[in-house]
């Protein structure tokens, strides 16, 4: 059989296969009024779709945690139980076709209040109408054209844990399944994490073990409010192409202190991380090749025994079978690729052999 195609066990839920869909923002919740962050139709024909597909395990974009959290004014968000009602609708469809519905929690930081991508994605002022003012663990903006964040006070930083534990708490009501702590991509938690955005001085700030508090508190926070018996995801960028690039001076996280956090987060209850990379800074240079990003989850698999999806560049179901054959992750998460052809997974199946659910509306068609 497939490896791509063997479902995959994590407490006691079981993802049907090893397509993933990562989360990719979609910038088109209603920006204000009573819906603001509620997710609507563009996002339940996006994710519906993905379903229909075959993809096993659905990650919906990064939903904030509050309203500043919110990378764009256009962000999902999971901070009240009106969000809660819409995203019920999503994850119902999701279930119904068999597919596992997971959402990632996140709080942009210092790279929030930012239009929308296709409106040019520059900072927004926070005097502006959709602007506000960002937070992060130090002033430093993340570059020339955004502006200056406020430091989080510690009495803010435990304000913020317990706005991941609520949102986590309204996840499960509206119906998730797996809950994902985004601690990627230069948002709040990897500015923590990195030595280049915290220059704090504090318990949060300095040592490895400093830098790491928060994340992990986030992570006890949400692990006690999840059930024992569904699983807990962390994404974490396993290197912001910093420290290991010699023609770039700054100091960053790298891939030895994902594979040391990574045996941290495995102690505090998560179940699975989710390796990316970059995003911290701008201008870091990035070797960017087809699957760019599995050895670094690989390294993890196989230092920490904590298990791992592996993401980037993944485009071809050959490529994903042998990513998951030669034991270099437990899944693949698609993220570009599923854009281009919400049915990969059925591709796939067809391609390699593997079983499939059909939805009965289908028939042989597909």
């Known amino acids: 059989m497939s490896a791509l195609f063997e479902p995959y066990a994590l407490r006691s839920l079981t993802v049907p296969n090893r397509v993933w869909m990562a989360p990719m923002c979609q910038y088109s919740a209603e920006a204000s009024g009573p819906d603001t962050g ?13 379903a229909v597909g075959g993809t096993g395990l659905v990650l919906v974009e990064a939903t904030a945690v509050s309203p500043e959290g919110r990378i764009s004014p256009a962000d999902l968000g999971i901070w009240n139980d009106r969000q809660v009602v819409a995203f ?10 068999g597919t596992v519905p997971g959402i990632q929690l996140a709080h942009a930081g210092r790279k929030a209040s930012t239009d929308r ?16 003012q960002t937070v992060a663990p130090s002033p430093l903006a993340y ?36 809950a994902e702590i985004h601690g990627a991509h230069g948002y709040l938690i990897g500015q923590f994490l990195s030595p280049e955005s915290n220059h704090r001085t504090d318990a949060y700030g300095g040592s490895f073990e400093n830098r790491t508090r928060f994340a992990l508190e986030v992570v006890d926070a949400v692990r006690a409010v999840w059930p024992e018996d569904l699983p807990l995801f962390f ?33 505090h209850g998560v179940d699975l991380l989710d390796v990316s990379t970059g995003g911290l800074a701008p201008r870091a240079s990035i ?37 998951l054959a030669d034991g270099s992750a437990d899944a693949v998460l698609l993220g570009r690729e ?22 009965d509306q289908y028939g042989r068609a597909v």
């Open 338 to 359: 599923l854009l281009r052809d919400p049915y990969f997974a059925r591709k796939a199946a067809r391609e390699l052999g593997g079983d499939i659910r059909t939805p």
């Open 287 to 323: 070797p960017v090749e087809p699957g760019y990003q599995v050895p670094f989850a690989e390294r993890v698999r196989k230092e920490t025994g904590l298990p791992v999806a592996a993401v980037g560049l993944i485009t071809d179901p050959v490529q994903a079978e042998k990513i």
């Open 235 to 267: 994404r974490i960028s396993a290197t912001d192409w910093l420290t290991e690039n010699a023609d770039d001076p700054r100091e960053g996280w790298t891939a030895d202190d994902t594979v040391r956090f990574a045996r941290e987060l495995l102690a």
């Open 38 to 50: 509620a997710p609507n139709e563009w996002h339940v024909a996006h994710y519906a779709s993905r």
């Open 117 to 132: 991508p296709w409106r040019g994605g520059a900072s927004i002022d926070a005097g502006d109408p959709e602007g506000w």
């Open 88 to 97: 019920r609708r999503i994850t119902g469809f999701l279930a119904s076709q």
């Open 143 to 178: 570059d020339e054209g955004h502006t200056v964040p406020a430091e989080l006070g510690v009495d803010d930083i435990q304000q913020v844990v317990r706005q991941f534990a609520d949102a986590a708490r309204r996840a499960l009501d509206a119906g998730f399944e797996v």
